[in-house]
């Protein structure tokens, strides 16, 4: 039953808008379109990502990934787009997206640190920066992040980070606020 | 003897680029070098490592950085016969470093020398060699040579990949998949990144010989999203791949068709445990499969599919080329081959280590890690990731090899060492251990989802010095419990580290007495 209601949303969703032409290459001017563009056009783009993976073998991954790429998260309008492209319920949708942690519902802040928890990083003192910079989170910047993350694979020169996605290692507070001056 | 003969390589490797390589590379091209971004040697606390090629090898410069450059570059560019070996963090010729070349490097032999973009260094490396053999003879019988290597699954289990093979093969469908685990989650583990970024290529020849083997005609590569350097890297050699007849319809001519698809994950652990990969690869939540049907039997869209780590897949090529044989020559008992051991952590010396199986526990964290990072004296490693045991140092002698660990109640998992010095506090490790499969757990089964949270409530308890003889028993018939009745090693593995820090360092977890300060004694 609940399956059937979230269907008749759905289509009377999809009948407010039509697809546009979808151009696979003009990546950069969709993104920056996206960031202030009204309900249709998200709908659109996020119904144009999911008809280009109709192909595909398992496609809600690739699909997921992709929304996150453009649109920063997946809102509960792009979730039901999306279970109706691909003929899923939206719950099915739902679920794989509550389910892993890079799916944001949100839009993320202007920045984010991802700081690693794992054992080899806690060797060197992972929980001490981890714990450290959550508590001065607002000192490295406006808008900032701070996040956990197990494991970058960067476990022989811990505490590892990511800051705004890109790696580094040896992280210290002194190294934080060396590399987030320009967030200030 | 030494003059540069005009290429610099500085890695491209992850790790080296968390170091700051991308700017000793820029600054490198900005003087007018030709820079090659190959991967890493595993010696990584000497990233970023800058080789310089010279007619008498390649010269290595470690920690290198943007500021150093220009004198070096300038070195280069004149191609003079100055004693480069004079130069400030010279470490000599990098094939030749003491490190290295008591290494046996069988996976690992073409990482950091190779150009990892250039499909025509990788097959003047030995590339390809194993394909063209393998297409050469029927499936059984490539099967049988894998069989014949004794190469066991890398990814933790140990499973005897030929026979794996075996099943899918005997297995009867239209349709039949390979599948690569490269959701390499475990903490202290980075093999299978490093091999990737540095050498892609192996494992696009490893799943072809396996497609071949198997009766398979399409695979995934399922890639956690942390390592999106990793993802970068095989995609382009993909792509490569299939420009050069390798991939794709009629493989070389042989009639083989094979596609090969790279998928991303997102942020699980438990989506390393090979029946979430597969749900999350079909596009569901990753939550475990009961067992049986096998992957083997029924596996990705229900269809036989033969699922494997990157190292395992990474060893077949020079397997089959050279026969399983010669890989089975190394080793010792019933673990054969080489294994790729990962030094992690409070370690001096940190990086890949790859040696015969059988070498001890000592030799790696003391003459290869050359002890703590911190200098304090080695207390404990934990080895075979976040589900592995703690071992303190009197255990050290252990020899690495599946059977000899799991008699001394630990395992090798992926071949990850964390070293801790001797300020880590081990019922925080234990707490840890259950906060983290609480966080990871998928929650289908009761064992793992709710036992970890009350696993975490218990030492909590235990810290904090409440009923400390009564809730270790608790937490003892709790860890049983988890242990015999979770669906998976995520659950049925956390008490692992949880009872090797109770058995080794009880002192830690026995009540600390407060003196009136507060401070405790």
């Not at chain 2, 229900?302 to 020559?329: F, H, K, Q, W």
């Not at chain 2, 235990?462 to 009745?485: P, R, S």
Request: glycine share 12%; charged share 20%; net charge negative.
């Amino acid at each position: 039953m609940a399956q059937e209601g979230n269907r008749s949303q759905d289509s009377s969703y999809s009948d407010e808008c039509t697809a546009p032409h979808y151009d696979g290459q003009d990546r950069h001017s969709r993104s920056c379109l996206m960031t202030t563009a009204p309900t249709t056009d998200r709908t659109a783009l996020v119904r144009a990502i999911a008809s280009q993976h109709l192909a595909d073998r398992g496609p809600l991954m690739p699909v997921l990934h992709e929304v996150m790429e453009e649109l920063g998260h997946i809102a509960r309008e792009d979730v039901e787009t999306i279970a109706d492209v691909l003929n899923l319920s939206v719950a099915e949708v739902h679920g794989v997206v509550s389910f892993y942690h890079d799916f944001r519902t949100e839009p993320a802040a202007a920045h984010t640190v991802a700081l690693c928890r794992g054992e080899a990083c806690q060797s060197v003192g992972a929980e001490a920066l981890y714990d450290g910079t959550r508590a001065r989170a607002g000192s490295l910047g406006a808008d900032v992040e701070v996040a956990e993350v197990f494991c970058l694979g960067n476990c022989a020169l811990g505490p590892s980070g990511t800051l705004d996605g890109r790696l580094h290692g040896r992280l210290s507070a002194e190294r934080l606020d060396a590399l987030t001056e320009g967030w200030r | 003897m030494t003059a540069p003969t005009g290429r610099v390589f500085v890695p491209g490797d992850a790790a080296a680029v968390s170091v700051g390589a991308d700017e000793v590379a820029a600054a490198f091209a900005a003087a007018g070098a030709q820079v090659v971004r190959n991967g890493s040697r595993g010696m990584l606390w000497l990233e970023p490592l800058v080789e310089v090629e010279t007619d008498a090898g390649r010269v290595g410069f470690g920690n290198v950085t943007p500021a150093d450059v220009p004198e070096l570059a300038e070195v280069v560019s004149r191609r003079s016969q100055s004693d480069l070996l004079d130069h400030r963090g010279c470490v000599g010729v990098v094939d030749e470093h003491p490190w290295l070349i008591s290494q046996r490097r069988v996976s690992f032999v073409r990482v950091g020398v190779v150009d990892p973009t250039s499909i025509a260094d990788y097959e003047a490396h030995g590339g390809w060699a194993g394909l063209r053999r393998a297409l050469s003879l029927s499936p059984s019988e490539v099967v049988q040579e894998v069989t014949d290597s004794g190469l066991r699954g890398r990814g933790g289990a140990g499973f005897p990949a030929g026979i794996k093979w075996k099943t899918v093969l005997d297995t009867a469908s239209d349709l039949k998949f390979v599948a690569c685990n490269f959701d390499e989650g475990d903490s202290g583990t980075f093999a299978d990144r490093m091999l990737v970024e540095g050498d892609p290529f192996t494992l696009v020849e490893g799943m072809t010989i396996a497609a071949h083997a198997v009766g398979a005609s399409e695979g995934y590569v399922y890639v956690r999203s942390e390592y999106p350097h990793a993802v970068a890297a095989l995609r382009r050699a993909v792509d490569t791949a299939y420009t050069h007849g390798y991939l794709g319809q009629d493989v070389l001519g042989s009639g083989l068709t094979f596609d090969l698809h790279v998928r991303v994950g997102a942020g699980a652990y438990i989506c390393g445990e090979e029946s979430s990969m597969l749900e999350s690869l079909e596009g569901r939540r990753g939550e475990v499969r009961a067992k049986p049907p096998i992957p083997a039997v029924k596996g990705l869209w229900g269809r036989p599919t033969a699922v494997n780590n990157v190292l395992t897949l990474c060893a077949v090529p020079m397997i089959v080329s050279d026969g399983g044989s010669s890989y089975a020559e190394l080793g010792t008992g019933r673990s054969r081959g080489t294994q790729v051991f990962q030094l992690a952590g409070n370690v001096k010396q940190g990086g890949i280590v790859e040696l015969p199986f059988g070498v001890s526990l000592r030799e790696l964290v003391e003459e290869y890690g050359g002890g703590t990072l911190s200098g304090r004296p080695v207390r404990v490693a934990q080895v075979g990731g976040p589900l592995g045991a703690f071992v303190p140092v009197s255990g050290f002698d252990v020899p690495m090899d599946y059977e000899a660990l799991a008699e001394s109640g630990a395992m090798l998992g992926h071949g990850g060492i964390v070293v801790f010095d001797e300020t880590v506090d081990m019922a925080r490790m234990a707490r840890f251990a259950m906060e983290f499969c609480s966080i990871e757990s998928c929650g289908k089964c009761t064992p793992c989802r709710v036992g970890s949270t009350r696993g975490v409530e218990t030492i909590d308890r235990i810290i904090a010095g409440q009923d400390v003889g009564a809730n270790l028993v608790l937490l003892d018939d709790l860890c049983e419990t988890m242990t015999k009745g979770s669906l998976c090693a995520m659950g049925g593995l956390t008490p692992m580290p949880v009872q090797s820090a109770i058995k080794h360092f009880p002192e830690d977890f026995e009540p600390q007495e407060i003196e009136p300060s507060g401070a405790p004694v």
